[in-house]
């Protein structure tokens, strides 16, 4: 367990909402990502952060955008949510030292 | 462009057969392969990694095989479980693991009582 905690970790919501999951860390470890899984995709990544106010875009990114103003949390939002959006997002850090992903638990997201 | 491609995408094995699950890669650039275990309704955790210095790498009954003249690499599941049903996943990645992981699409092993 590295310390992460995923919200909500269930939600649905309609097309067209605004939607903002968020990923709390208590290792202050300086990696944060952001990915998507879907069956047949695998794990996709959308953002990631390199610290604080520094992110940078994943493979698919189009229709999200992220912030990390404190070490601790990253945010994913998506500014206006599509069906093609309904996934389940996981945020992962990784450990410095070992090059080692560490994942949270999942938010599963249903946009009708 | 898929960097990683994985398979099969499902295998069903009897319990204490061999499971075999196999990543290509296209990036010759690659430097670091893990392979991540995931269970439903879990998030994914390493479950070992090789980096190209060595061709093999055994921890209990996992191994990975790694062939980089054919950018191939491998998981091997010696005796395996029911508890090892789960979904895996290889990765492959620059700079010894510290760029962002690039990740085939998975495979579901199912092991039969």
């Known amino acids: 367990d590295a310390g992460i905690t995923q919200s909500p970790r269930h939600k649905v919501t309609e097309t067209g909402t605004p939607v903002t999951l968020r990923c709390h860390q208590t290792e202050n470890h300086r990696y944060m990502y952001w990915y998507r899984q879907d069956p047949g995709h695998g794990l996709r990544l959308i953002h990631y952060?390199?610290?604080?106010?520094?992110?940078d875009k994943g493979e698919v990114s189009d229709g999200y955008s992220v912030s990390r103003s404190k070490t601790e949390d990253f945010l994913l939002t998506l500014e206006s949510a599509t069906s093609s959006q309904t996934s389940v997002y996981f945020c992962a850090i990784s450990v410095q030292s070992t090059g080692e992903l560490f994942f949270g638990e999942g938010s599963r997201l249903t946009v009708l | 462009q898929q960097q990683v491609k994985q398979s099969p995408q499902s295998l069903i094995v009897q319990k204490g057969g061999i499971s075999i699950i196999n990543c290509a890669y296209e990036n010759t650039a690659f430097d670091y392969f893990p392979w991540y275990q995931q269970f439903p309704g879990k998030g994914p955790a390493l479950l070992i990694a090789?980096?190209?210095?060595?061709s093999e790498k055994k921890e209990g009954r996992f191994t990975i095989s790694f062939n980089k003249s054919a950018k191939q690499f491998s998981l091997h599941i010696m005796d395996s479980q029911p508890g090892d049903s789960a979904t895996y996943f290889c990765a492959a990645s620059l700079n010894s693991g510290y760029s962002t992981l690039t990740f085939g699409k998975g495979t579901m092993l199912l092991v039969s009582p």
């Open positions: 090789i980096r190209p210095d060595v």
């Open positions: 952060s390199y610290g604080v106010k520094d992110t």
